[in-house]
């Protein structure tokens, strides 16, 4: 059975810093490309970062650009989000997901974790 938990969530002030973690179970997790998404409340699922394989490759979306960090432990299977100088608007609860086709749509990917919430005061 494949699990993905992530972890590491809570509130923090705007300009502060978290670290969230997925951690993989039940897959051979070097053959997954995972990605990070989020969920504000009344809003749609938005990507967040992405992460190749075996971590060279990284991929961002603009508005966590420079101030978020993805990297994966092979060794572990887990992956991380560093989340730095955090603002109100980055408050959201975030889903770690594995991909292992390629694909880009939202709908294709074949694990979801059950996500962890993050909230950033003002």
């Known amino acids: 059975q494949v699990q993905l938990v992530e972890s590491g969530g809570g509130l923090v002030q705007a300009g502060g810093s978290l670290r969230v973690s997925c951690a993989a179970s039940?897959?051979?997790?070097?053959?997954?490309?995972m990605d990070w998404f989020r969920q504000a409340p009344g809003k749609e699922r938005e990507f967040v970062a992405a992460i190749d394989r075996n971590g060279g490759v990284k991929y961002y979306a603009e508005s966590v650009k420079g101030r978020f960090t993805i990297s994966r432990d092979n060794a572990k299977n887990t992956v991380y989000l560093q989340m730095n100088s955090l603002k109100p608007e980055d408050t959201a609860v975030y889903y770690c997901?594995?991909?292992?086709?390629?694909?880009?749509?939202?709908?294709?990917?074949?694990?979801w974790g059950q996500g962890t919430q993050v909230t950033v005061s003002s």
């Open positions: 039940g897959l051979t997790f070097s053959s997954y490309r």
């Open positions: 997901a594995a991909e292992a086709g390629g694909s880009w749509s939202i709908h294709e990917y074949d694990y």
